[in-house]
């Protein structure tokens, strides 16, 4: 039988509740919970939880989650699996799986948007105590706070809106980038990279290539899992910085790359291009410079 429970201190349960509030500590054993509020540290051991809102460490074990959110810590060991996580902090994860899987929320408190220096100095504090070690599978992945991503992965999707490092190929079906990118490459059936940031890439290869200044999302976008959309900022315009670039479509402006090469080529205001190689069709802007056209 469901039933409710507030913890204070430390406190085990075992058993099927509807909601728990604690604060403390709090071990969960053998259990089915609807909703899980906590402030303080929660071990979950073979457990089933609907809802779950933990603001401090959250350590788990072969357990599963409808929607968990963890600003903190979170420790997951065996085979933990959740529709939508939001880790918010640190996660070191033996395997997790997850339909939507969020390196924070992007959400901003009024003092921060009152007070700019005080958020980049929260910022930097957080991405100090943001590292992602472990195995994560998720169909989408969301990046909404800087994030290197320098552990073992599989996604389906990946949206980007805050920067993202990478000293190695970063691989998946759609690639979508709203912020800064570092990486050596990209390799993707769709990518596409907004110069709103820094973005330096060593090389591109896909089905479609796109990098713009501004993006109307597409039905393709809005069919995405994921927990946010995305609307234009009014961020700083930049020059994107691309070694090359290899696709079937591709249709940039705002950038400077070593080769381009593809079969359907637009090359938009403001790029510099070393050398284009196109197979069907090709378009160049007049505020464009390119040093070398071949029809392959």
Partial sequence: MRHNMI???QRAIQGEYNTVLMAGELRVQDSRIKH???AGQVRVTKSTLGR?????ELIAEGSGFTRLAVTGEAKLSGICNGDIVEI???ITAEYL??????????????????????EQSQKQSQNRDCSWQGVFYAESFENCS?????????????????????????????????????????????????????VKVGQLTGETITISRGYQPDQRFKRLPKTRGYKNQNDKITIASIGIMEADHIEVEYVKAGLI??????????????????????????KAVVNEVVKL
Avoid: M, P
């Fill in 261 to 286: 090469s593809g079969t359907e080529v637009i090359i938009g205001d403001l790029c510099i291009i070393d050398r284009v190689e196109y197979r069907g069709s090709i378009k160049i802007s007049d």
């Fill in 52 to 56: 779950v809102q933990c603001v401090g």
């Fill in 146 to 198: 800087d994030l290197f991503l320098d552990f073992e992965y599989k996604f389906k999707n990946i949206i980007s809106y805050a920067k993202l490092f990478s000293r190695s190929e970063i691989e998946c079906e759609e690639f979508y980038s709203f912020s800064s990118l570092e990486a050596e490459a990209v390799n993707a059936d769709r990518i596409l990279l907004l110069t709103q940031g820094e």
């Fill in 88 to 90: 918010t902090g640190s």
């Fill in 7 to 9: 913890s204070l201190g």
């Fill in 97 to 118: 799986e997850s339909r939507i899987l969020s390196n924070g929320t992007g959400k901003k408190s009024k003092n921060q948007n009152q007070n700019n220096s005080q």
């Fill in 36 to 38: 899980l509020n906590c």
